[in-house]
């Protein structure tokens, strides 16, 4: 079957085929559809494969991978425990962290927000968010003179009108003990805090959360020196986060719920690979379209030879032989399409960042805003493994588009040709 006569019997017809210009125009119609349906699959899954390592990378950075928190006492002693959670091979680092809601107000202007109080030194293990600082200073969190210190989002403080060395008043539930009913109605606790800081992340988390130093929310909740109520973790391996929870979870020794951040970013991970399985078998439809007019243009092709064809029967040629001769007149299509658009394909995701925001900056729109998601750009990471799986699956479907037309030009009788000339 593969021998050099079908290679060169396909390659002949390829070339005279652009004497007929209908059978030409069907032809490279299924070539620039291939090279299309290539090109937007290598782009699109690379724009998800950018969208995969922000989560990762930038998101997760200030988000915890792994919370412990304690069920009904507080964990005693966190130094130490930090130091055994920190043992475990899976475990980059941790910090204490104890998590309260309340609201900040400024004047008339009020603002509830998700306060962390938070070592401000440990937090920088297991978090960038000094890194977002736009105004002020991290470390202000760590003054030992001044206790009542905040650092809050830019959201926070535009809704506030505030500044950093602007005093608010913080307002926080009182901590519940029991089944006291009085103490379920009873007056939030007032602290008068310093702002100290001013982070810029993106998205919802500059409208909602507030950083505050452990000791004031110690003495907030009534915990004694060196209890908190969670520990924060950062682990090697952030897709991973779930099962090793449960594996630190299960050699400490305090009783706790095991949080992870699919919980609470897990959406958007999961409409990001939603979306990319979405595409994929959208684009590859779309390649499949393409390739199946291959199967146009290589009925035509026997319809046209079919006196050459007979000729080759009645002068020996296998059956093997013409077919593999049609399956290499086809293949030229799904082999330059593919070719085309993986070029193209990795041409465009490499730039696809510098393309979509000279867009942007052209006709003055934002496709993407950093007040509503976490970043304002969109990201593309090129995955040679995405490339080959896509010009893989392009040659696939073109091989099979070329079978049934390549056994029909088998199926030709000399007799019945020959007799008609």
């Known amino acids: 079957m593969f021998k050099p006569l079908s290679i060169f019997l396909g390659w002949r017809y390829v070339r005279s085929r652009h004497g007929n210009g209908f059978s030409a125009f069907i032809s490279a119609s299924s070539t620039i559809g291939i090279a299309l349906g290539v090109t937007v699959l290598i782009v699109v899954l690379s724009a998800m494969n950018g969208f995969e390592r922000e989560l990762s990378q930038k998101l997760l950075s200030i988000v915890p991978h792994v919370e412990l928190v304690s069920v009904n006492e507080p964990i005693k002693d966190w130094p130490n425990s930090v130091k055994h959670v920190e043992a475990e091979q899976s475990?980059?680092?941790?910090?204490?962290?104890?998590?309260?809601?309340?609201?900040?107000?400024?004047?008339?202007?009020?603002?509830?927000?998700?306060?962390?109080?938070?070592?401000?030194?440990?937090?920088?293990?297991?978090?960038?968010?000094?890194?977002?600082?736009?105004?002020?200073?991290?470390?202000?969190?760590?003054?030992?003179?001044?206790?009542?210190?905040?650092?809050?989002?830019?959201?926070?403080?535009?809704?506030?009108?505030?500044?950093?060395?602007?005093?608010?008043?913080?307002?926080?539930?009182?901590?519940?003990?029991?089944?006291?009913?009085?103490?379920?109605?009873?007056?939030?606790?007032?602290?008068?805090?310093?702002?100290?800081?001013?982070?810029?992340?993106?998205?919802?988390?500059?409208?909602?959360?507030?950083?505050?130093?452990?000791?004031?929310?110690?003495?907030?909740?009534?915990?004694?020196?060196?209890?908190?109520?969670?520990?924060?973790?950062?682990?090697?391996?952030?897709?991973?986060?779930?099962?090793?929870?449960?594996?630190?979870?299960?050699?400490?020794?305090?009783?706790?719920?095991?949080?992870n951040w699919m919980r609470t970013e897990g959406h958007l991970y999961n409409d990001i690979q939603l979306v990319r399985m979405v595409m994929f078998i959208v684009l590859v439809l779309v390649i499949g379209v393409a390739s199946f007019n291959i199967v146009s243009t290589l009925i035509m092709a026997v319809n046209e030879k079919q006196g050459d064809i007979a000729i080759l029967k009645t002068m020996g040629a296998s059956s093997q032989t013409i077919m593999f001769a049609f399956i290499v007149q086809g293949l030229v299509n799904g082999v330059v399409g593919s070719l085309l658009g993986a070029l193209c394909g990795v041409y465009f995701a490499l730039n696809l960042t510098d393309i979509i925001s000279s867009i942007e900056q052209f006709f003055g729109v934002t496709f993407l805003s950093g007040d509503v998601y976490f970043i304002d750009y969109l990201p593309s990471v090129l995955n040679h493994s995405d490339v080959y799986a896509t010009v893989v699956t392009a040659l696939l479907m073109s091989f099979i588009a070329t079978l049934y037309p390549a056994w029909r030009a088998t199926k030709i009788e000399p007799a019945q040709v020959l007799g008609q000339q």
């Open 91 to 259: 475990v980059i680092a941790a910090a204490p962290v104890i998590k309260m809601t309340g609201m900040l107000q400024h004047g008339l202007q009020l603002k509830a927000v998700a306060v962390r109080g938070i070592d401000a030194n440990l937090e920088l293990r297991v978090s960038s968010i000094s890194d977002y600082i736009i105004a002020g200073e991290w470390q202000g969190l760590e003054s030992t003179e001044n206790n009542n210190t905040i650092v809050i989002g830019s959201g926070v403080a535009k809704k506030l009108s505030v500044g950093v060395g602007d005093k608010i008043q913080l307002l926080l539930p009182p901590p519940q003990s029991g089944n006291n009913i009085n103490q379920a109605f009873s007056a939030p606790i007032t602290r008068h805090v310093q702002v100290v800081g001013i982070f810029k992340f993106g998205g919802t988390i500059d409208d909602t959360l507030a950083y505050v130093p452990i000791s004031q929310a110690s003495d907030v909740m009534g915990y004694q020196a060196n209890e908190t109520q969670a520990l924060r973790l950062k682990v090697n391996d952030v897709f991973d986060a779930a099962k090793i929870a449960r594996s630190v979870a299960y050699n400490f020794d305090h009783y706790v719920y095991i949080n």
